[in-house]
């Protein structure tokens, strides 16, 4: 199992943007998907977005396209770059990893795909 570390959260206005980074180690020397989830108080995590390090390939929910975009800055960290931020974004955002093997070709949305997690980092947007 994976250590994962988010930061870069922070509080912004509407309209700004922040740059959301999970550390993790080995991300480059095995295979691995890796996603974003939020979540707000009494509310279920919700899949934001997953890529792929064995093929690229990366994943959106429907509701994220266009403003989130997801990527692996390095071999040991992965990015999830928001634009126009809007007030409900506010939540707190989870990263996850699985390890995968060679001819995996997805890359899913779903919370039982993943089994580490790390701690979270807050994002608030308010005016």
């Known amino acids: 199992q994976l250590q994962l570390e988010e930061s870069g959260g922070g509080t912004v206005h509407p309209g700004g943007s922040l740059r959301l980074s999970c550390a993790a180690s080995?991300?480059?020397?095995?295979?691995?998907?890796v996603a974003w989830f939020r979540q707000v108080p009494g509310k279920k995590r919700e899949g934001i977005s997953c890529?792929?390090?064995?093929?690229?390939?990366t994943n959106y929910a429907d509701s994220s396209k266009g403003r989130f975009a997801i990527s692996n800055e390095n071999k040991n960290r992965v990015i999830l770059q928001i634009d126009s931020l809007e007030p409900e974004d506010s939540a707190t955002y989870y990263c996850?990893?699985?390890?995968?093997?060679?001819?995996?070709?997805?890359?899913?949305?779903?919370?039982?795909?993943?089994?580490?997690w790390g701690q979270g980092t807050q994002v608030t947007v308010s005016s």
């Open positions: 996850a990893s699985k390890r995968i093997f060679a001819g995996y070709t997805s890359c899913p949305l779903a919370i039982v795909a993943f089994d580490s």
């Open positions: 080995r991300f480059s020397l095995d295979n691995y998907i």
């Open positions: 890529i792929n390090s064995l093929n690229g390939i």
